[in-house]
């Protein structure tokens, strides 16, 4: 699997089955960790594996932000003794987390291709984790990586915020090209585009016949549902693919409760709102044409 398929695949789990991970799989992902770059190249990385049951359970218990059931567990730690030695402040307390980052990243992305599920988890309460992991006083506890098997029902992902990107400055807003997504879908040609549409433009028919006698609640999910069936065809789009994501985790959630459905239904029409605020976006305006000459 190519890196860029790996990332657009890597979504964080919560949920795990209770199947351990097999040894030559931990050897991958901790020579993945290792293989991530190290400010001034000084070993002051740590990586300790975890998958003793018991220790796994304290693990849990001594880290409140630990809210996966994984079986495993990679913390990843700094001597920060060392880092301060040889890089100074700076390497104790900003270039070894940046390093732990890079670390945890690297596993997350082998995971993938590994076929594992992994979440991040930042210790809240170092104290107690050095404790149950015997760790010493100048070892800091970055990042711990939860590792498992995911479960056939994956947890329902959580919201990319699309990232805020300038260019030659900060504040200059810059919207890269959408470019197709790494082993998404391939897009669908003219002949399916209008095979696809077909079939979505009698649903909807089928629909607004239906809700003139269905119970009222019904009409908002047959619509949210037609729009996940329309992003069927926008893989391509990293926003969509998101909202699409989003859309298909919440629509049934219209059966339970009404109002959390109009509020879900808020924060979506928010997204898409900023969303196209972002996408309408024109080009920087040149100097000239701010400075009254232009205008
Ligand atoms: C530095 C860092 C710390 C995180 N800590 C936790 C955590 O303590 N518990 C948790 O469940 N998720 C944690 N996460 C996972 C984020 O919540 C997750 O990336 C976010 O929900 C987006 O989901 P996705 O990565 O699957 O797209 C952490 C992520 C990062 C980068």
């Known amino acids: 699997m190519d890196v860029l398929e790996s990332i657009r695949k890597r ?21 993945a960790a290792g293989r991530a770059p190290m400010g001034g190249a000084e ?25 996966a059931n994984s079986p495993a567990v990679i913390v990843i730690c700094t001597d920060l003794d060392r880092a301060e030695a040889s890089m100074g402040v700076q390497g104790r307390d900003t270039l070894s987390l940046v390093d732990a ?30 404790v149950v992991l015997d760790m010493p ?11 498992g098997h995911p479960t056939p029902t994956p947890t329902p992902p959580m919201k990319n ?3 805020v990107i300038y260019r030659n400055g900060f504040g200059k807003i810059w919207n890269p090209p959408t470019l197709p997504l790494p082993g998404a879908r391939p897009a ?8 696809e549409l077909f079939v979505n433009i009698l649903y909807l028919v089928a629909s607004a016949r239906d809700c003139i006698d269905e119970p009222l609640i019904y009409g908002p999910f047959r619509m949210i549902e037609g729009v996940s ?67």
Request: proline share 5%; with cysteine; net charge positive.
């Open 101 to 130: 980052g890079a670390a945890a990243e690297n596993m997350a992305l082998a995971a993938v291709a590994l076929g594992l599920a992994t979440c991040f988890v930042r210790c809240a309460n170092d104290v107690a984790l050095q």
């Open 229 to 295: 069936r329309m992003l069927e065809g926008a893989r391509g789009d990293v926003f969509l693919s998101q909202m699409k994501a989003e859309i298909d985790a919440q629509k049934y959630s219209v059966m339970g409760d009404r109002v959390s459905f109009a509020r879900w239904l808020d924060a979506l029409l928010r997204d898409f709102a900023a969303e196209a605020k972002r996408r309408n976006v024109g080009p920087a305006v040149p100097a000239a044409a701010v400075d009254g000459r232009g205008r």
């Open 43 to 67: 070993l002051v990385r740590r990586i300790l594996v975890v998958t003793d049951p018991d220790l796994m359970r304290t693990v849990r218990q001594v880290t409140p932000s630990f809210l």
């Open 161 to 163: 915020p699309p990232a």
């Open 188 to 195: 669908a040609t003219a002949k399916t585009d209008v095979a």
């Open 11 to 31: 979504r964080f789990h919560r949920s795990f089955t209770s199947e351990p991970v097999d040894e030559e799989l931990l050897a991958r992902l901790v020579w």
């Open 137 to 147: 006083k100048n070892v800091r506890p970055d990042i711990l990586v939860a590792v």
